[in-house]
């Protein structure tokens, strides 16, 4: 099956050849029950979405977290990607017609339940912190992971340990974004890296930007 990642005119994570490479860990693993933290504008959340259709059907579910403005506990600890900051688009036309036409924060819960509708059976999205929200989600039956939420140490760690204390030794996938120099983040290779070593895991590298694990 040809992968191919479409950003649908919104701002995604994944950015040129990045959106296939997430995309062809999917097609290796083919889980059914998917966790995203961090959904940003929603475009990853969609690919996954048309991907996991083409595969199974509608017998799959996408649960994504994300903050969707609410506030973060760690507010001065957080390590915000400069994209996130404000809604603001290199292409003018972009910025025009979401800023100024139909004035939508494509970074909202309504605007990315809208984005998602097509697969509004397949879907739990929640608003929240990690932090505090994470351990009240039913992490049990989750195939695959993909981390990219909070980027500071203490939320990368936290988001790595509560999913491990409910994956540990059932073979599932945890994708972190942001580990190798492709989209290096200082905090989030050091929890990696910590976080693999106190639980004795490997940590596979894909294309020198994502770190897999395997619990
Ligand atoms: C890099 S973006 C995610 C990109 C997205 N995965 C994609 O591929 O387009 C990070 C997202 O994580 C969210 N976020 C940051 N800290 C968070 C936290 N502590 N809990 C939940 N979401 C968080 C931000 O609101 C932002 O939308």
Redesign the pocket.
Known sequence: MKLNYRTFWRK???KGRWGDVYLSRLEKYKPKFFL??????G??ARNTCDYLFQIHGNNFKYTG????GTK???SND?VE?KF?KDQKFSNPLKNFYYNYIVKENL?SLDSVKNFLRKYENNINLIA????TVLNKVNLNIIDFA?I???HSYQ?VMNDLDTLYANLKGKNKVLLC?DYGKASHIPEVERAINDFSKKKSLDINVIEDRFAEIIT
């Open positions: 995604s994570g994944l995203e933290i961090g959904v940003f504008c475009v990853t977290i994300d903050l969707f973060k506990n760690l957080e990607p996130l970074n929240g912190d990690t932090n993909f990219d939420g909070g939320t974004d």
